[in-house]
T-cell receptor, first 116, second 109 residues
Framework: ETGVTQTPRHLVMGMTNKKSLKCEQH?????MYWYKQSAKKPLELMFV???????ENNSVPSRFSPECPNSSHLFLHLHTLQPEDSALYLC???????????????FGNGTRLTVT | GQNIDQPTEMTATEGAIVQINCTYQ??????LFWYQQHAGEAPTFLSY????GLEEKGRFSSFLSRSKGYSYLLLKELQMKDSASYLC??????????FGQGTELSVKP
């Protein structure tokens, strides 16, 4: 149990489907993140939310749409994805990063997404 | 640009010591993390360095030299369960965490 729960663990979707990934954390953190992990590549930061406000969008295509209704929940809405979007999508939480605080990220187990 | 380099793969023997290196070039520096990730699982936090020197935590130690843009993770008394990917990550200006591609460590009997 990592304290960060992601569902579903696996998802196969067609290019015309709409689906959502869900993340929930029970650690009392105020920052939440979406990362993309592809084989043989570094973890890529997608979005950052601090106190429910989006503070980072790392040039992510609009077919990925995040939603953060509260500090404990984070969603990633997916629409008209491409096969190259197939990857492991990891959610993480921490206290907000800053010049005086570097709280380690706590990751969920990820959603393995396959786009056909 | 921002760049973090670490070896792609390493192999070591059970009971031995292995050192995984990480070099970085980032805009600003506010600390360096090491994470461990077993296949199919979440990355888990191992260590954090912000000042030069060695931080020891049981069988694992992490070293940082800010002037050289260099860190290493030292694993002692290797066990089979240490086979995993080890991720180096740097907090750059503005608190943005940037990851290296990870080092896949295989521990052999």
């Amino acid at each position: 149990e990592t304290g960060v729960t992601q569902t579903p663990r696996h998802l196969v979707m067609g290019m015309t489907n709409k689906k959502s990934l869900k993340c929930e954390q029970h650690l009392g953190h105020n920052a939440m993140y979406w990362y993309k992990q592809s084989a043989k590549k570094p973890l890529e930061l997608m979005f950052v939310y601090n106190f429910k406000e989006q503070t980072e969008n790392n040039s992510v295509p609009s077919r990925f749409s995040p939603e953060c209704p509260n500090s404990s929940h984070l969603f990633l809405h997916l629409h008209t994805l491409q096969p190259e979007d197939s990857a492991l999508y990891l959610c993480a939480s921490s206290q907000p990063q800053g010049s005086e605080s570097n709280s380690p990220l706590h990751f969920g187990n990820g959603t393995r997404l396959t786009v056909t | 640009g921002q760049n973090i380099d670490q070896p792609t793969e390493m192999t070591a023997t059970e009971g031995a010591i292995v050192q995984i290196n990480c070099t970085y070039q980032t805009s600003g520096f506010n600390g360096l993390f090491w994470y461990q990730q077993h296949a199919g699982e979440a990355p888990t936090f191992l260590s954090y360095n912000v000042l030069d020197g060695l931080e020891e935590k049981g069988r694992f130690s992490s070293f940082l030299s800010r002037s050289k843009g260099y860190s290493y993770l030292l694993l002692k008394e290797l066990q089979m369960k240490d086979s995993a990917s080890y991720l180096c990550a740097v907090t750059s200006q503005g608190g943005k965490l940037i990851f290296g591609q990870g080092t896949e460590l295989s521990v052999k009997p």
